[in-house]
């Protein structure tokens, strides 16, 4: 397979990139055409920003298993599509090949198909990183119905939010994940999410761990006597076959939540057509892959990340992906080492996080490690700070790995900013350039552009996109209004994207973080307001505030300060109640790092709370805080400057 879409030089970008400028429909229209469609489409764009309302390929009509599985098979069929490697290391690796991994979809659909499943029904999706997940995904999109899949550190309370949110009808769990030294019980929370939901009919449970689990009649059924029906189905003669569901360019292909600055996380909708477009269109030319190459992202299918350059995106190309299923540090910290040494890897796709995590480590984890097969090194999820990017430049690519800086967001589907992998300029910790066919804007606090450089010569502000790409956010499940007051309507015409950045004069962007209330704690997104209000849950709890801080390793820390009505045995008890609530309410992945106990907060006589002096008290920051003459009590920010962590 080779991909006619393939940017091959920094000439050829300049031309793709004005060709995405000048007759956006003709560039959209040519990438299209190399995937499968079982009708073309009419129209290849409609949009506003206003309402906001964007649609690719109008009346185009396909099923993304067909790009991404069927057509590979006559060529490919025994490629391995995924090479999956367990938690632990002594365990079996698992191969799926492409005619493996059409059959094991082909079985899910017959098998969510006789269980009730339709075109449209909801699915949510509550795996550890094991093949099956990918089954689970890929089954969904063959007979349409549109997957929400949610990462096993949320915990049940969020998954009932999310069940409700999507009016979700079936879910696909696990007995168990594994996730280092530790067992997950996720059908247990499962169980807990689904008390008093009204909309749930089935619960496919697949075994892993063997964890014992609570089967309820007529409501639970183990996937293992599932899937051994649907396989006499499917398969007649050594031939397999299960018809794809024929899906509109537009019809909903997945919802994935994230979090935003409400205190709600919201479902964005990506959609069949573009979303398939643009993962297959970036995934070649960021990572520059090249048949055969052996792909690694280190994402959890969970996050968006996953979604698009472990299943979708790779697939769509005919590549072939290692599946992780533990974490970076167990049984040691050099896991990732180790994979890319026995899988002989050659894309490496991370996020800084982890870069900082395995650099404290030092050098002795890679030692006996060959990792001469790496060509590519990418990066996602957070800014990268220059010691990180040179240690990984250094000791894992040894300076001949091009390493792609890749911007982008759950909205945007797939990567909107990066410099193409030995293709166009690498800039430490920039993530330089942007895709065809992607016009991002800075623009100040009114909305203008900003045309006057900053004391270092680079321009700086809020980074806008003005135009569609084929994998822009839809809408916000079940609540368009929303997906329009958060995105299209604090700078009128422009898609914001809640990042700050920085340009310099060749146009190379560099991310500087979010402007709005939302953190970025180890490369995942998590609202301030989420923090507070599952904090205020606990019964001893008056009022909080949340805010980030830099963490050496998170990239940013949670610190909360919280006023409480009394405190119930000592403060360090109390802070561990409050621990313990916010992984009930929200999952772990959002405990504070640090709870400072204060008698009040910063505020304004009209009762906001000043969050840019609580963000300096925690950056450590003690004599500048900046104007406090308008708070209504001083006095406080003195007594919680005395108290900081
Ligand atoms: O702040 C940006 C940061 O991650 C946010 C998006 O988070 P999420 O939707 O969870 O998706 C993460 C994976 C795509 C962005 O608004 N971000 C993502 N990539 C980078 C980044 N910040 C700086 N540099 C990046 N390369």
Known sequence: MSYPYQIKSLEEYKTAYKKSEEDPEGFWDDVASHFVWRKKWEKTLDWNFIEPHVRWFL???????????????????????????????????????????????????????NNGVKKGDRVCIYMGMVPELVYAVLGCARIGAVHSVIFGGFSAQSIADRLYDAEATFIITCDGAYRGGKDIPLKNIIDDALIGNRTVKKVIVYTRTRTPVSMIKGR??????????????????????????????????????????????????????GYMVWTGYTFVNVF????????????????????????????TAGATS????????????????????????????????AIRSLMGFGLEPLKGKDLSSLKILGTVGEPINEEAWHWYDEHIGKKKCPIVDTWWQTETGGVLISN?????????????????????????????????????????GNLCIKNPWPSIIRTTWGDHERCRTNYFATYPNLYFTGDGALKDEEGNFRITGRVDDVLNVSGHRIGTAEVENAINMHADVVESAVVGYP??????????????????GDEE??????????????????????????????????????RRILRKIAEGEKGNLGDTTTLLDPGVVEEIVKGKL
């Open 288 to 315: 520059q892959y090249q048949p055969g190459d052996v792909h690694f992202c280190t994402a959890d299918i969970g996050w968006i990340t996953g979604h698009s350059y472990i299943c979708y995106g790779p697939l």
């Open 220 to 273: 639970d059924v183990w996937w293992e006597d599932e899937m051994d029906y649907a396989e006499t189905q499917v398969e007649k003669d050594g031939v397999v076959h299960f018809p794809a569901e024929e899906m509109d360019a537009e019809d909903p292909l997945f919802i994935l939540y994230t979090s935003g600055s409400t205190g709600k996380p919201k479902g964005v909708v990506h959609t069949c057509g």
């Open 322 to 353: 290692v599946m992780f299923e533990g974490v970076p540090t167990w049984p040691d910290a050099g896991r990732f080492w180790d994979i890319v040494d026995k899988h002989k890897v050659n894309i490496l796709y991370t996020a800084p996080t």
């Open 573 to 610: 008890q109390t802070r561990n109640n409050i621990l313990q609530t916010v992984t009930r309410v929200i999952g772990p992945i959002a405990k504070p790092d640090k709870i400072q106990f204060v008698s009040g907060l910063p505020k304004t006589r009209s009762g906001k709370i000043m």
């Open 420 to 460: 193409l992998a030995g293709i166009t300029p690498a800039k430490p910790s920039w993530a330089t350039l942007p895709m065809p066919g992607v016009h991002p804007i800075l623009v100040d606090e009114n909305g203008k552009e900003v045309t006057e450089k900053d004391e270092h010569g680079l321009y700086k």
């Open 59 to 113: 009346g185009g009509k396909l099923n993304i298993t067909e790009s991404c599985i069927d057509r590979h098979l006559p060529a490919m069929g025994e490629k391995p599509a995924f090479i999956w490697e367990p938690n632990d290391p002594n365990d079996r690796v698992r191969v799926v090949t492409y005619n493996r991994l059409h059959k094991r979809v082909c079985q899910v659909a017959q098998m969510l198909k």
């Open 551 to 568: 963490h050496d390793i998170k990239g940013q820390g949670i610190y909360a300060y919280v006023i409480c009505s009394h405190i119930h």
